[in-house]
């Protein structure tokens, strides 16, 4: 059972150019979060995705977009590229219906990332 | 979102018991506690989650007082490959949906031979 995967595994951008990356939830999970990690950090939720819209977002500028597509894969935009969007880039999935105890628990399995560099 | 504060780094020997402490004394009622794992280069992979008292797995415990104003996780018999950052998480989970984590820096565990 393959897990969530990502693609590409490394990208290379200048500034101002657009880049478009793509995961792949877990078998079976039909949610999709997005998180960017800079250099030393904690991740940080950018947004997330289930039945093909965005749910609940962080706190991340419109240049920022995504989409998921019937399949429960999704995309991750960032349009108009900074220096400072150089990050590990990570996705990670999960089952909404899946329940534990007393509150709904989902537990989110993240993907190896696709680390890009804005030049 | 409750705030956590664990120490940024901690280093220890291979076969030690490893405990890593984490403060969060503004968890909320409906508050879980969950810990993550991460290697360099990799996503964080889910290590455990508990409410109250303690939960233990196959490769974790985790001990939270009566106020739950903190949290240890505790590694067994730690290894090399245990080298990693842990990261501790608080928040609630609401019905349909996976709530956004929130990490803080996490404690870079350094495990020497």
């Known amino acids: 059972d393959a897990g969530v995967t990502q693609s590409p595994t490394h990208l290379i951008k200048t500034r101002g150019q657009q880049v478009t990356l793509r995961c792949s939830p877990k078998s079976g999970h039909d949610t999709v979060s997005w998180y960017q990690q800079a250099l030393g950090q904690g991740p940080q939720f950018i947004f997330q995705?289930?039945?093909?819209?965005?749910?609940q977002r962080g706190n991340f500028p419109d240049r920022f977009s995504g989409h998921q597509f019937p399949n429960y894969s999704s995309e991750l935009n960032v349009n108009a590229l900074l220096l400072g969007d150089s990050a590990l880039y990570l996705c990670?999935?999960?089952?909404?219906?899946?329940?534990?105890?007393?509150?709904?628990?989902?537990?989110?399995?993240f993907g190896p990332g696709t680390r890009l560099t804005v030049l | 979102l409750a705030k956590t504060t664990q120490p940024i780094s901690m280093d220890s020997y291979e076969g030690q018991e490893v405990n890593i402490t984490c403060s969060h004394n503004?968890?909320?009622?409906?508050?879980?506690i969950t810990w993550y794992q991460q290697f360099p280069s990799q996503g964080p992979r889910f290590i455990i989650q508990?409410?109250?008292t303690k939960v233990t797995n196959e490769v974790a415990s985790l001990f939270i007082p009566a106020d739950r104003k903190s949290s240890t996780l505790s590694l067994p018999r730690v290894s090399l490959s245990d080298t990693a950052v842990y990261y501790c998480l608080v928040g609630a989970f609401s019905s349909g949906s996976a709530r956004q984590l929130t990490f803080g820096s996490g404690t870079q565990l350094t495990v020497l031979p």
């Open positions: 995705y289930y039945e093909e819209e965005e749910r």
């Open positions: 508990g409410y109250k």
């Open positions: 503004n968890i909320a009622t409906n508050d879980y």
């Open positions: 990670a999935s999960s089952d909404r219906t899946r329940s534990s105890g007393r509150a709904s628990y989902n537990e989110q399995f």
